[in-house]
């Protein structure tokens, strides 16, 4: 073998070498909603885009309640649970994961009169389709105290974004909203069991007579763009260090069709500073799904017609929302 082509095998090794390495220590990403860059933990939940889950679940892309395909990245997945309901599978909720926060960006799912009634059916468990490892164990509270300005002995409950009660009538769904992925470090008082609660109650009340109510619900550690604190606390139950949200989000839709086309369709959207918010009311922090948008990055209810979409995620009337449909 001449030197010449000696040289020529041992830079085409090199070259070979620094790719694997480029590879496998490829970046950290922003978190939409998030200035920080989060690292990925290899061997972790699997990014997927909503177009490649499961070929069961390949329709969901026209599921109402869907936002735009999130960017995802090794942190990230988007996970969607079906169940048995009225004797065939249909889906129950679909999140997008980040395991580096133990949290789910969003929670959407469809809501009916079908879907609720006075069961309960508690798991408290992990997510079958993540491994352990990319969550934290809710088999018990947290642990975790945090005296606050009404509460001085307030603590920290595993906080349902998908709400037990929006599944009470199909014990399957139900059992599934207790698993940990739908789960995140909530103040009990003056928030999860306040005004959260209340404003889950006021949700159920606007499944319009026969049809659905589509709804998406979202815990954000960051404004988009922007760079706070994000609190944190220790599970108790495994030792992970957890995140604390600093706002949750909720964002409604009911949709008004005519021969199968969507003829007009009304939004709400909710925005609350998670803090203790004992005496006050959900209807003052009602805002527009574009201020949604606008506060996480997220497209939200991109599935309507975008003339309807534009006149429609601009209101911020909860009255009007209420109205529409009755």
Known sequence: MSKRTKILIFVLVLVCMVLIVCYLCRGSWTVKGSSKP?????????????????????EQVAWME??????TGDDRCVITHTAQMEGRSQ??????????????LWVAYPLCASHTSSGREETWGYDP??????????????????????YPKNFYARGHQIPNADRSAVPEMQAQTYYSTNMTPQLQNGFNGN??????????????????????????????????DVKTILNKNDSKTLPVPNYYWKALLKVQRSGGDITGASTIGFWLPHADLKGHSYADYAVSVD???????????PSLPDTVEEASESAASWSSFRMFMK
């Open 66 to 71: 869907l936002p735009a395909s999130s960017s």
């Open 291 to 301: 201020q949604i948008e606008e506060l996480t990055g997220f497209d939200l209810f």
């Open 91 to 104: 889906r129950n909720y679909t999140i997008l994961y980040d395991d580096d926060l133990y949290a789910a």
């Open 195 to 228: 005004i959260w609660a209340k404003l889950e109650e006021a949700v159920r009340m606007e499944i319009p007579e026969g049809d659905t109510l589509y709804v998406v619900t979202g815990a954000v550690f960051e404004k988009y763009g922007a760079d706070e």
């Open 129 to 150: 389709k993540l491994s352990k490892s990319a969550q934290t164990s809710v088999k018990k509270g947290y642990g975790a105290s945090e005296p606050t300005v009404n």
């Open 38 to 58: 989060v690292t990925r933990r290899p061997g972790e939940a699997t990014a997927v885009d909503t177009s490649k889950v499961a070929k069961e679940e390949e």
